[in-house]
């Protein structure tokens, strides 16, 4: 029957979310590679991965690099009777050695990823299992990576071959030409130009129609020909004159290329990060496509002392509970090689905190009723262009008759115009804005809602004219001023909490601050406030109560009613009510402010020359953080504070500061930090406390942006790496064009070959006589000209690669200097990150040979050494005589008496020139020694030997 009938295919889900499902969808491949597992205990077989996707998930790897946490506590397990644990420097030793927190175990990548190309596979100690036996870790790990030949070394001949496109079969048999490589170049840094600053804008990429008839294409195909438009280069290798192939327009390379500016993005914010205390803030929102989003921002301490907040991504989660958000926070800390033993500081839910007065106030009846008339003021008013416009013409008016009333206050930037404010959702000072806006534009307001009742004998002119009675009420009034007065003192809070260098001890002065106002505005204010609603009444004909008089519930029977007059409503029900409820809000979520901890961290205040510091508090702070302070810790620092506060409050330099942040500063500008390290840490720790997560909060207002009603199909990959560009645009502006088509061109096989160019990325100076410092050089005159190499050489910011060997390169047996070196910048360094540099013995010239390796290099199994023929072998007079006698002795074909003249002319160059590659590194190590030695001073016996056995080496060579 199958001959007839075709066979149904399986629809089981488990197929499709099945990694090594061999008809994987784009999607979920993209799916994957978002979701790889960091931790290599944790890690999915390589195996069980589809092979038409292996390749994809081992450049993600590779690119990622290894899992090192280096800050990580490593665990410590009884082995032999003693307590042994993975040691740090390891990683120093081998390169692409991991170690998972989650199995205590060290893996090495390479093998993870390749060795099941392989036939001799081996055991699963470094690649599933996981190896646990410290040891004898070093030996294990010299025996797994073995010689040349070893698995070990051909997974990482494969991977540098996987990720260097000029070692694929497909750049051999399609050889370019180098003006075709130059063309790609251009296209590709075109492409990218174009994808920078659309990025940076925040502005869509596609079209809605990209076809050739389209009059518009879109911004990233627009954009591109307005560069191909005003450049005669780019427009000889872009868009219609690019290969049909190779255009680099299409859907995918715009989301490869967003991808790597990603990445790299957040890679330079992690390297800053580096081995720093920090801690996390995370909130969620819901974008316009109605998904849960997490934000996530890291807060630490940077060189200079200063507080910074870098986003580090937006991750979809389908719940919001507890565990679900941990579970999304521990996949990031894992992709990003972070360890949780250096967070100090977590912040959630900022928006509670942020609008918590406001709907705390709304707990009291009245307040709420009184902002439910406030929005709808708002709404009504500004609901239509027309509303809009007339109020903006009656405000005018209104402006104009104070000024000719000659009441008018004049000056830069007031009387702008202006409508009313709508208040926000997380932010309090939103409130306070709205407010403002009434009272300011009252008159026009009460127009508006007088024209609309007028002119539209509608629906809407039965609200608006319930709007117009109710706010032209002294009950209106009076909670107007109110909350006003409320939110005005909160206000300064609110805009604090909202910087992004806020510490917590400054956070917490500004609470002690607003609720010291608040109790004072309670006890003294109330007379004050009636005054001020009082006249704002008699000013727009309002009817105002008297005080005294029995207050009248309207709408209501005065039968069974409550006596009360209305200074008591007004006093009681209403002020005191209201701001008891701010101040109990406030004690609630800014408990800590009487906690232990924080009356410790008052005490690094520099206010008024150090008046908070205390000695006692300050260690017991330190005793908070048990895993960052021993207890000879404690010692030190007891008598470190000593000496620190003399120090601080004797120098001028420290007198004028405000907050712990401005101390951080200026001890790291003033070296104070190396002199004071646990003082310094100190400060650091309370400094990345976070205050609020407002920071968080901005980057769903900058989602708005990227992900807006036109674009509310962004996938989650799409919308994460746009946001990360688009909010941290000052850091992406650092990341050179090379650097990120380079990684472009790592992420998978490009039918384009991009030539790599040193030039625009590291320098390699060799010869100037020019030196450093004055240590690099020995006898002799200083030369001034050195000064200018090294105003050159800090100007921009040049590296040292260093060295290996003796010190100096060049040498007249009277005169030693380190003339010749490679520098380079910080780009190039992250490129060729294993790049070193060896100084070889002087032989033939005055200068050092010097060997620059870029990645590091095998050591060659001798015993495994190929077969050479020697070029000093022709001046021997006996080498034909020798050849003809075994060529005519040897029988078969010509390669076969080829390779039979292999193990005699061994034996013949032993006999006859004896072990010359001994001697020659014999020499040369001899050699070394000798100059090395004269890099500490001359010494007469040393340079005649340096002499002789340098005549020898070239005798030998000869």
């Known amino acids: 029957m199958e001959r007839f009938f075709k066979r149904k295919l399986s629809t089981d889900s488990s197929s499709l979310s099945n990694p090594g499902s061999s008809n994987a969808r784009p999607i979920e491949v993209d799916e994957i590679l978002a979701n790889l597992q960091a931790d290599p205990g944790l890690r999915t077989r390589m195996a069980d991965y589809s092979h038409n996707i292996r390749d994809e998930i081992r450049r993600a790897y590779l690119q990622k690099g290894p899992c090192q946490p280096r800050s990580y506590k490593f665990s410590q397990t009884n082995q032999s009777g003693i307590n042994r644990r993975f040691i740090a420097h390891w990683f120093d030793d081998h390169d692409w050695l991991e170690y998972s927190i989650a199995k205590d175990a060290a893996f090495y990548l390479h093998c993870y990823l390749f060795k099941s190309n392989f036939d001799q596979v081996g055991g699963d100690a470094f690649t599933g299992v996981g190896f646990n036996n410290w040891k004898k870790a070093k030996e294990r790990f010299n025996l797994h990576v073995g010689p040349v030949g070893s698995v070990h070394n051909q997974a990482r001949e494969v991977a540098y071959n996987l990720m260097h496109q000029t070692t694929h079969i497909e750049t051999i048999v399609i050889k370019q030409t180098s003006q075709a490589r130059t063309a790609y170049r251009t296209c590709l840094n075109a492409s990218l130009k174009c994808t920078r600053y659309l990025l940076r804008q925040g502005l869509s990429f596609r079209g809605h129609d990209e076809s050739a008839q389209s009059s518009n294409k879109g911004n990233y195909l627009e954009l591109l020909q307005f560069l191909a438009d005003y450049d005669e ?498 850091v992406f502006a650092c990341i050179d064009n090379e650097i990120i088509m380079q990684r472009f061109q790592n992420m998978k096989t490009r039918r384009g070959q991009l030539t790599f160019t040193l030039s625009p990325l590291g320098y390699i100076i060799l010869d100037p006589p020019l030196i450093l410092s004055v240590d690099e050089k020995l006898g002799g005159v200083s030369s001034g000209r050195s000064k200018g190499f090294k105003d050159w050489f800090d100007s921009h910011e040049m590296l040292d690669l260093g060295f290996a060997g003796p010190k100096f390169t060049w040498s007249n047996k009277r005169v030693l200097e380190r003339l010749d070196r490679a520098i380079c910048n910080v780009k190039w360094r992250r490129l060729f990150s294993d790049a070193n540099v060896r100084h070889l013995p002087r032989t033939k010239s005055y200068h050092s040979p010097i060997k620059i390796c870029l990645q590091s290099c095998f050591k060659a199994d001798p015993l495994k050494r190929p077969f050479r023929f020697e070029a000093m072998w022709l001046k021997h007079e006996s080498l034909d005589d020798f050849i003809y006698e075994i060529w005519d002795k040897s029988a078969g074909s010509t390669m076969g008496k080829t390779l039979k003249l292999v193990e005699p002319l061994k034996t013949w160059n032993i006999q006859v020139f004896g072990h010359l590659r001994q001697k020659k590194t014999r020499l040369l190590t001899r050699i070394h020694g000798i100059q090395q030695a004269l890099c500490k001073g001359p010494n007469e016996f040393l340079s005649n030997l340096e002499g002789c056995l340098t005549a020898e080496f070239n005798n030998v060579l000869d």
């Not at 507080?307 to 996949?331: C, M, N, P, Y």
């Not at 409130?431 to 609309?452: A, C, E, R």
């Not at 840490?681 to 920071?695: D, F, I």
């Not at 909060?697 to 199909?713: D, Q, T, V, Y």
Request: with cysteine; net charge negative; aromatic share 8%.
């Open 233 to 730: 280069k780019v427009k000889a290798v872009v868009l219609e004159t690019a290969p049909g192939n190779l255009k680099l327009i299409a859907p995918s390379i715009q989301k490869d290329l967003v991808n790597s500016c990603a990445k790299e993005t957040i890679d330079l914010i992690l390297s800053d990060v580096k081995d720093r205390y920090f801690s996390i803030m995370v909130d969620e929102a819901r974008d316009v496509s109605i998904k849960e989003q997490m934000a996530m921002v890291l807060r630490y301490v940077n060189d200079k002392g200063q507080i910074i907040e870098r986003f580090v991504g937006v991750q979809h989660v389908t719940d919001t509970t507890s565990s679900a958000l941990k579970e999304a926070i521990d996949e990031f800390f894992s992709s990003a090689n972070l360890s949780f033993s250096k967070l100090r500081g977590q912040g959630y839910d900022g928006a509670s905190n942020m609008r918590a007065l406001v709907v705390v106030a709304k707990k009291n009846i009245d307040v709420n009723s009184f902002f439910t008339t406030a929005n709808s003021l708002v709404n009504v008013v500004g609901a239509s262009c027309k509303h809009r416009d007339v109020l903006r013409a009656q405000y005018q008016e209104e402006l104009v008759r104070a000024f000719e009333d000659d009441c008018l206050i004049t000056g830069w930037g007031l009387n702008q115009e202006t409508t009313l404010k709508h208040a926000g959702d997380t932010r309090w000072n939103s409130h306070y804005g709205t407010l403002i806006s009434i009272i300011s534009m009252f008159p026009s307001v009460v127009n508006v809602l007088q024209m609309i009742v007028d002119d539209n004998p509608n629906d809407s002119s039965g609200e608006s004219y319930k709007l117009w009675r109710e706010i032209q009420s002294f009950e209106f009034v009076f909670h107007l001023f109110v909350m006003k007065a409320i939110l005005g003192i909160t206000n300064t809070l609110s805009l604090a909490l909202q910087k992004k260098d806020q510490d917590i001890v400054s956070a917490m002065s500004l609470v002690k601050t607003c609720k010291e106002n608040l109790q004072l505005m309670r006890d003294n204010e109330f007379e004050e406030l009636v005054e001020q609603a009082s006249s704002f009444c008699y000013e727009h004909d309002i009817i105002v109560p008297t005080m005294d008089e029995e207050y009248v519930i309207p709408g209501r029977s005065r039968r069974n009613a409550l006596m009360k007059t209305n200074y008591h409503r007004y006093r009681v029900e209403i002020f005191i009510h209201v701001i008891d409820g701010q101040l109990a809000e406030l004690n609630d979520r800014f408990n800590e402010v009487s906690t232990e901890l924080l009356t410790c961290l008052a005490c690094l205040s520099p206010k008024n020359n150090f008046v908070a510091f205390d000695k006692r508090k300050l260690v017991r702070l330190a005793q908070f953080y048990p895993y960052d302070f021993s207890d000879r810790d404690l010692l030190m620092l007891e008598d470190q504070l000593g000496v620190y506060v003399h120090h601080m409050r004797s120098s001028s330099d420290f007198s004028q500061l405000e907050g712990i942040s401005s101390l951080a500063e200026k001890m790291v500008e003033k070296g104070m930090h190396e002199i004071f390290p646990f003082v310094y840490l100190l400060l650091t720790l309370a400094l990345v406390l976070p205050v609020a997560t407002a920071s968080v909060e901005r980057a769903f207002s900058a989602m708005n942006i990227i992900k807006n009603p036109l674009r509310n199909r962004m996938g989650d990959q799409w919308l994460n790496d746009s946001l990360i560009v688009y909010i941290e645009r000052d």
